[in-house]
């Protein structure tokens, strides 16, 4: 059983930053992927962000140079920095992690206003 809690979501301006923090518990370890990835209003769920074990970390093209994941495996966190926010960031952010089944966080709630 894996658990994965969020916090860090909020109301921030165009152009700001804020990072998004969860917190791992249960069987996930550093060679299982991690990160995040977001629903947009009326759009599917998708990759933002995730560390791949050790091997690599997949951002996803809208987001490359704003937003960078940090994983530390002996805290069993993975934040993810968000620097000039758009507009079109506006969404859920959800954690993310995998061991056989793909596991998720309830989701926080990012706004960006213009």
């Known amino acids: 059983q894996v658990q994965l809690v969020e916090s860090g979501g909020g109301l921030v301006q165009a152009g700001g930053s804020l990072t998004l923090s969860c917190k791992a518990s249960?069987?996930?370890?550093?060679?299982?992927?991690l990160g995040w990835y977001r629903q947009l209003p009326g759009k599917q769920r998708e990759l933002v962000a995730v560390e791949n074990g050790g091997q690599s970390t997949q951002y996803a093209d809208s987001v490359k140079g704003r937003f960078t994941l940090f994983r530390d495996n002996d805290k069993r966190t993975v934040d993810l920095q968000m620097n000039s926010l758009k507009p079109e960031d506006t969404g859920v952010y959800f954690c993310?992690?995998?061991?056989?089944?793909?596991?998720w966080g309830q989701g926080t709630q990012v706004n960006v206003s213009s």
């Open positions: 249960g069987r996930i370890f550093s060679t299982n992927p």
């Open positions: 993310y992690g995998q061991r056989g089944f793909e596991y």
